[in-house]
């Protein structure tokens, strides 16, 4: 199986992005985690995105704020998926990360999920990988049921209590 790079801008981020590596643990995709600056280093970053296919990743997780310019930047060095977390920070509550993390040029994708949705970004290269291995997506099928269950337990809880 491919495996994810994670990339954060620093390693502030690291309490978002280990909901990402939580996520690929439970659904068995390896992954490796790095701290490059799209500013500070970015030759080591353009490095990272350029030789990652032949390094054996299937799609690029970037985590930054403020900027965010990582994503952008490792999207323009590779053709692998990139997936943008944008990160909250003390600015603007993210929204300058998220505005940075989505607003790409044409020709250089990167996918983008919510403010710190950091699991959102793993379920979406379980998805990609899913597409090529039956196995994984038997078991989002089944991540999908779990959560399902969980949310009509909820239901029957809240309806017992306040439902005559």
């Given amino acids: 199986m491919k495996k994810v790079g994670i990339v954060m801008g620093s390693d502030s981020d690291l309490p978002i992005v280990e909901k990402a590596m939580s996520t690929l643990s439970s659904l068995g995709i390896p992954f490796e985690v790095h701290v490059y600056s799209a500013h500070r280093t970015p030759a080591e970053a353009g490095d990272f995105a350029a030789n990652a296919r032949a390094n054996g990743f299937g799609a690029i997780i970037a985590a930054a704020g403020m900027a965010a310019h990582l994503a952008g930047a490792l999207a ?4 692998l998926p990139v997936i943008g977390i ?3 920070s003390s600015n603007l509550d ?6 940075s993390t989505v607003q790409m040029p044409t020709g250089i994708p990167v996918a983008t999920v919510a403010i710190n949705g950091a699991a959102n970004a793993a379920l979406i ?3 990609i ?5 039956g196995e994984l ?14 949310v009509l ?12």
Wanted: with cysteine; charged share 35%.
């Fill in 125 to 127: 290269c379980a998805q």
């Fill in 76 to 79: 323009a060095r590779t053709t």
């Fill in 94 to 99: 993210g929204v300058d990360a998220l505005l």
């Fill in 129 to 133: 990988f899913a597409v090529e291995d």
């Fill in 137 to 150: 997506a038997k078991k989002l099928d089944a991540k999908r049921i779990a959560d399902a269950q969980k």
């Fill in 86 to 88: 944008p990160c909250k």
């Fill in 153 to 164: 337990a909820k239901d029957a809880e809240i309806s017992a209590k306040y439902n005559a």
